[in-house]
């Protein structure tokens, strides 16, 4: 019985001392990128003195959809006058990765490509050292059709300058509301309807913008008339 027991503190032991596996531990699964397949998004970007550093989530995916690993060295970053940006990589989760670019603050908006085995992106990434501002930026109600409201972005960063996306800014609201199709008027500008499906309702509006987010952003009270 005396033996028994000490064998299994033995083993409770060995089970304690177990090193943790962590996510950069899996096993890195290869596989052949489809670009097309494949995207970025921003995450919040980041001061530290002098520079800006761009925080990017990428993904990569085969031509089925699936995630896939790839020799990171064979991702290339051009801007639009073939000059190669330097970055740094590092893997998440199969087929994810972060990426990081830094940029002077006083860099003007810099178009890049993002490609593996020179095959890019889809879409090219605006790196823009514009952030949007919540005081300097505006949303407005355009107009109303019945339970459908037409509202207008314009979106500015602290000293009043437009604001350059890759992508549509995210509009978040809270309820059952619906938001259909979001629409560039111009640089700095969107509109976008939103299928109200509350009536009486207060609705609240944050924007997310390549990664910078405005809470609470805009109050409207829709009354069903």
């Known amino acids: 019985m005396r033996f028994l027991l000490i064998l299994m503190l033995l083993l409770l032991s060995s089970c304690a001392n177990e090193p ?9 699964t290869y596989g052949i990128v489809d670009m ?11 001061v530290r003195g002098l520079v800006l550093e761009h925080h990017l989530s990428m993904y990569f995916k085969d031509s089925q959809g699936n995630f896939v690993d790839f020799e990171t060295d064979s991702l ?6 073939g000059r190669e ?14 990426v990081t670019i830094v940029q002077k603050l006083t860099a003007p908006a810099l178009v890049i490509d ?25 949303l407005k109600k355009v107009k109303e059709e019945g ?22 800014p995210e509009i978040i609201v809270g309820g059952s509301q619906i938001i259909e199709e979001i629409k560039q008027i111009r640089d700095g500008r969107w509109e976008f309807w ?21 809470p609470n952003f805009y109050r409207y009270q829709h009354v069903e008339k």
Not at 20 to 28: C, D, N, T, V
Not at 36 to 46: A, I, L, T
Not at 116 to 135: D, E, F, M, W, Y
Request: proline share 4%; no cysteine; hydrophobic share 40%.
């Open 20 to 28: 943790l596996r962590s996510i950069a531990s899996e096993p890195i």
């Open 36 to 46: 097309g397949q494949s995207g970025v998004k921003f995450v919040s970007p980041e």
């Open 76 to 81: 290339k970053v051009w801007d639009r006058n």
């Open 85 to 98: 940006i330097s970055f740094k990589i590092n893997r998440h989760l199969l087929g994810q990765y972060y």
């Open 114 to 138: 993002f490609k593996v085995h020179g095959k890019a992106l889809r879409i090219p990434v605006t790196l823009n050292n514009r952030q949007a501002s919540a005081s300097h930026s505006n």
């Open 147 to 168: 339970n459908r409201i037409l509202l207008r972005l314009d979106l500015a960063d602290e000293s009043g300058r437009i604001i350059l996306l890759s992508n549509p």
């Open 194 to 214: 939103v299928r109200v499906l509350e009536t009486n309702h207060i609705l609240y509006f944050s924007i997310r913008a390549d990664g910078v987010y405005l």
